[in-house]
């Protein structure tokens, strides 16, 4: 795991959203994409928290099912004003990536 930027002042419900963006995205790569290694960054910088997860899985087929588990990603991300996207990388595997806010907002 890499991380980088203050993510000591998180707001809480950033934390969570994060912590079951990431853990969502590892059941999907050890489940579904027989993944062997999986990286996970988390980056803080000025009012935004992103979250990359990377895996060298079998990545995302084109026209592929939609499942619950995806779909939460992206409505936790989305509830806090953010976003959340799934993709497959070049070369094979599969990158989740999540924008949440690192700003309490008021």
């Known amino acids: ?13 950033s934390e969570v959203a994060a912590y079951r963006i990431v853990c969502e995205a590892l059941v999907n790569a050890a489940r579904h994409a027989d993944a062997g290694t999986c990286e ?8 935004e ?3 990359e997860v990377l895996d060298d899985g079998r990545g995302v087929r084109p026209g592929a099912l939609i499942g619950v588990g995806l779909v939460g990603m992206r409505e936790r991300a989305e509830e806090l004003g953010g976003s ?7 070369g094979g595997g599969t990158r989740v990536h999540a924008v949440l806010p690192a ?3 008021r």
């Open 103 to 105: 700003e309490a907002t």
């Open 1 to 13: 795991m890499d991380t980088a930027g203050d993510l000591a002042v998180l707001p809480a419900a």
């Open 84 to 90: 959340c996207s799934v993709t497959s990388r070049d």
């Open 40 to 47: 996970v960054r988390l980056t803080a910088t000025g009012s």
């Open 49 to 51: 928290l992103e979250v």
